[in-house]
Nanobody
């Protein structure tokens, strides 16, 4: 069973940066895709970015080039570098992993608040 631990959220001023991290632990599985989703207050959870074990990335329509996803396959970790943050980036950011076997696992979320 995959277990996820997220870190790196917090309060940041507009224009600032944050780096989110998510570590997957457990054994007996192979992680295929890792990604991040955001849920803003009162809105549905939406894709921010995903990355495959081969390094192929896909970003959500709202990302606008200010976020970069990366992963460390050896450590089963995924990162989200967020630059030039704006208030509309505020929300809970959830790590998402698809593993075989095991399927999809969600993290508990880390809060990002962009405010002056």
């Amino acid at each position: 069973q995959v277990q996820l631990v997220e870190s790196g959220g917090g309060l940041v001023q507009p224009g600032g940066s944050l780096r989110l991290s998510c570590a997957a632990s457990g054994s007996g599985f192979s992680i295929k895709t890792m990604g991040w989703y955001r849920q803003a207050p009162g809105k549905q959870r939406e894709l921010v970015a995903i990355i495959t074990d081969g390094g192929t990335t896909r970003y959500g329509d709202s990302v606008k080039g200010r976020k970069t996803i990366s992963r460390d396959n050896a450590k089963n970790m995924v990162f989200l570098q967020m630059n030039s943050l704006q208030p509309e980036d505020t929300g809970a950011y959830y790590c998402n992993v698809y593993a075989v076997p095991g399927g999809i696992t969600w993290g508990q979320g880390t809060q990002v608040t962009v405010s002056s």
